[in-house]
């Protein structure tokens, strides 16, 4: 079965600062998605970023980028000139062949001013 | 606001009762994904549905149910209800059934005493 691990429970960054969340995964698929979501305080999960795991471009929207190592299993995100608005907790999702979506156990990011 | 809507917000109730909770998907959408988020389990893919029909099923328990209306919209089916089904419920939409990104609703949080 497939598993998603977020081995930082809680991280902190400064203000305008960057920061990369670590994501790993296990899987034996070739074909699959791997997603970033941002749950803050309201609790609603927000799409970051998405990657298919075909592309070996990484994505990137604006503050947001990914670094996909697909041999390593590894999907981390980069996040840049950290604004107060980023803090909460972030989950690395993987959606498997079969449509079933695996989470992380998710990140929580502080940001200090 | 991701157009996927959720109610209740909030639901109380005590153990051994049974409750419904719905879910509209954002307009357009096929699919709908329902999720528990625990304190101490994260999240877990429950099931999902398309277009009526059930497509994926994930750790969702024999006392749970689900289905999705002619009108797309879904109930999920809670019955002798555990001190342990409190939890966060995320219902998702997406377009299509295996498209990747999906969005989410802003829960439904379910306390049992």
């Known amino acids: 079965a497939q598993t998603v691990t977020q081995s930082q429970p809680e991280m902190s960054v400064q203000e305008a600062e960057t920061v990369t969340l670590s994501c790993t995964y296990d899987t034996s698929e070739s074909d699959y998605y791997l997603f970033w979501y941002k749950q803050p305080p309201s609790r609603q999960m927000i799409l970051v970023i998405r990657q298919e795991a075909y592309k070996q471009q990484n994505a990137t929207e604006n503050r947001f980028s990914v670094n996909f190592q697909k041999a390593a299993k590894s999907f981390s995100l980069k996040i840049s000139d950290s604004q107060l608005g980023d803090a909460a907790m972030y989950f690395c999702a993987y959606r498997s062949d079969f449509n079933k979506f695996y989470f992380g156990s998710g990140t929580k990011l502080n940001v200090k001013p | 606001d991701s157009g996927v809507t959720q109610t209740p917000k909030h639901l109380i109730t005590a153990t051994g009762q049974r409750v419904t909770l719905r879910c509209s998907p954002r307009?357009?959408?096929?699919?709908v994904y329902w999720y528990q988020q625990s304190l101490d389990q994260g999240l877990q893919f429950l099931i999902q549905y398309y277009n009526g029909e059930e497509r994926a099923k994930g750790n969702i328990l024999e006392r749970f149910s689900a289905q999705q209306f002619p009108d797309l919209h879904s109930e999920l089916n809670l019955s002798s209800l555990e001190l342990g089904d409190s939890a966060l419920y995320f219902c998702?939409?997406?377009?299509?059934?295996?498209?990747?990104?999906?969005?989410f609703g802003p829960g439904t949080r379910l306390l049992v005493l």
């Open positions: 307009s357009g959408d096929l699919s």
């Open positions: 998702a939409s997406s377009r299509l059934v295996d498209e990747e990104t999906q969005y």
